[in-house]
């Protein structure tokens, strides 16, 4: 199980494009076989489906998708994955500039 963890990390790194296939959907995300490493569960959640309104459903049982990894998440042996850019990347400035007098 050890080399098989450590292979799809290797197949998929961090910020690289993938694929695969939704094999359960829950309310909450999305668990994907991703091509080329079937052993290992990808996950991708709602928020990181979802980082901008609209919100979209998300994608049903069976449905190919195209994803970028995110992180490995070591203690649940999953691959992490997002669509689009990440939440925390929003250009929205966090205060208000001041107004020119």
């Known amino acids: 199980m050890e080399d098989e963890w450590e292979n799809a990390k290797f197949r998929h790194p961090v910020g690289s494009k993938t694929h695969g296939v939704v094999r359960i959907r829950r309310p909450f995300g ?3 076989e991703l091509d080329g ?6 996950f ?14 998300l994608p049903g049982v069976g449905a190919r998708v195209s994803v970028e ?6 203690r649940k042996r999953q ?11 929003d250009s929205t400035p966090d205060r208000e500039e001041p107004l020119p007098s």
């Open 37 to 42: 490493a079937p052993e290992v569960i990808g």
């Open 69 to 74: 990894v995110a992180f490995h998440d070591e």
């Open 30 to 32: 999305v668990f994907i």
């Open 79 to 89: 691959i992490r994955v997002r669509v689009g850019e990440p939440f925390w990347n």
């Open 44 to 57: 991708l959640d709602i928020a990181s489906y979802n980082p901008n309104p609209p919100v979209l459903d």
